[in-house]
């Protein structure tokens, strides 16, 4: 749609079951954590994973942009091509508007394409919502975990054969 002129390459959407939705308005509190969120991960990933702010990733129906995306580096750099969910450990929604969305239609669509770990920064809380055990392509796609964090916790994230612990005491204000 972009090529065709239809959409601009700016334009505040992204593609989600196959529908072109608008994305929810960002405001300070939102991209304070969503960079916060980053930083902290990044500091934590071993050699062969990056972390992606706002950039799409495709799956079999969708093309999110999530707000924080885990993914193995490629040696492209994804310069032909998004992550799949193959190169995937991690998305992150930062939700204040968009709390809704993120826990119904953004959790479907990652548990649908088998993203391994899926978290939602809720910022009205504070807490971070922790999805894992995807369902993979059923008729509800979910996820068979779901774990409550607060700042005090400190939550694994699986990277290949190797597994690191983040501290939500600098993301959650």
Not at 32 to 45: D, H, K
Not at 97 to 102: E, H, P
């Amino acid at each position: 749609m972009i090529a065709a002129g239809v959409l601009g390459e700016d334009d505040p959407v992204e593609l989600l079951e196959g529908w072109i939705k608008f994305k929810m308005p960002r405001n300070p509190a939102h991209d304070g954590t969503v960079e916060m969120v980053a930083f902290v991960i990044e500091q934590l990933l071993p050699t062969g994973w990056h972390v992606r702010r706002h950039t799409a990733n495709t799956t079999d129906d969708s093309e999110p942009e999530p707000d924080v995306a885990v993914v193995a580096v490629d040696s492209a750099c994804y310069f032909d091509r998004h992550p799949a969910p193959r190169d995937i450990a991690l998305i992150v929604e930062v939700a204040d508007t968009s709390l809704g969305r993120d826990r119904d239609e953004k959790l479907r669509v990652y548990a649908r394409a088998l993203i391994p770990a899926y978290w939602i920064v809720n910022l009205a809380k504070p807490q971070v919502e922790i999805y894992t055990l995807p369902s993979g392509p059923e008729m509800q796609p979910s996820y068979g975990r779901k774990e409550i964090a607060g700042r005090t916790d400190g939550v694994p994230l699986m990277l290949g054969d190797t597994t690191i612990s983040v501290p939500l005491r600098q993301m959650l204000r």
